[in-house]
Antibody, heavy 128, light 110 residues
């Protein structure tokens, strides 16, 4: 069974740090881009960061640049999100998601990308 | 930055009827558009990618259309399990490889 399981969430004070983990199983983890997506209480979805299969490319939403670091360990089938200088507005459920892709066969070609497997999420609360 | 705007914010429809949800991009995203369904307390589920291709296991009553800046998700003959929040999402041709979600449409029972 294809599965993603997040862990590491909790209550942290503003300015503090937290490291989230995502354990993947049931698929070849090293073959996929992976993303973190978050959802603040009662709000919509916000893409946070992603990382290429070999870790050579990483991208972040502007609001977390310089504070969050995404990484992965393909030997352990694991994805991570190191979160520093946390703020109240970082309070959210954090989801790990696999980025699937499908080749576009008509010109100009390329790929469609989407998030086809999601974990159940881990809750991060930033509060004093 | 591409902004995705969904309408309406809430849609009230009776079971068995058709629901039409809209998503607009602030600039062309070609067909790089996906739709997700999220029920309370659950993770999102992929419904549609490439603007119109149903994901694996998604019932045929879900269909997507559009390209460029205007997109539509249509659910024909609503079932009780379809009442949820729906999000559109675009992905940016990298670099950088980034995603943007719409704010969501809540589909509720009329």
């Amino acid at each position: 069974e294809v599965q993603l399981v997040e862990s590491g969430g909790g209550l942290v004070q503003p300015g503090g740090s937290l490291r989230l983990s995502c354990a993947a199983s049931g698929f070849t983890f090293s073959s996929y881009w992976m993303s973190w997506v978050r959802q603040a209480p009662g709000k919509g979805l916000e893409w946070v960061a992603n990382i290429k299969q070999d870790g050579s490319e990483k991208y972040y939403v502007d609001s977390v640049k310089g504070r969050f670091t995404i990484s992965r360990d393909n030997a352990k089938n694991s994805l991570y999100l190191q979160m520093n200088s946390l703020r109240a507005e970082d309070t959210a459920v954090y989801y790990c998601a696999r980025e699937g892709s499908t080749m576009i066969v008509v010109p100009p070609g390329g790929y469609y990308y989407y998030m086809d497997v999601w974990g159940k999420g881990t809750t991060v609360t930033v509060s004093s | 930055e591409i902004v995705m705007t969904q309408s309406p914010a809430t849609l009230s429809v009776s079971p068995g009827e058709r629901a039409t949800l809209s998503c607009r991009a602030s600039q062309s995203v070609s067909s790089n558009l996906a739709w997700y369904q999220q029920k309370p307390g659950q993770a999102p589920r992929l419904l549609i990618y490439g603007a119109s291709t149903r994901a694996t296991g998604i019932p045929a009553r879900f269909s997507g259309s559009g390209s460029g800046t205007e997109f539509t998700l249509t659910i024909s003959s609503l079932q009780s399990e379809d009442f949820a929040v729906y999000y559109c999402q675009q992905y940016n041709n990298w670099p950088p490889k980034m995603y943007t979600f719409g704010q969501g449409t809540k589909l509720e029972i009329k």
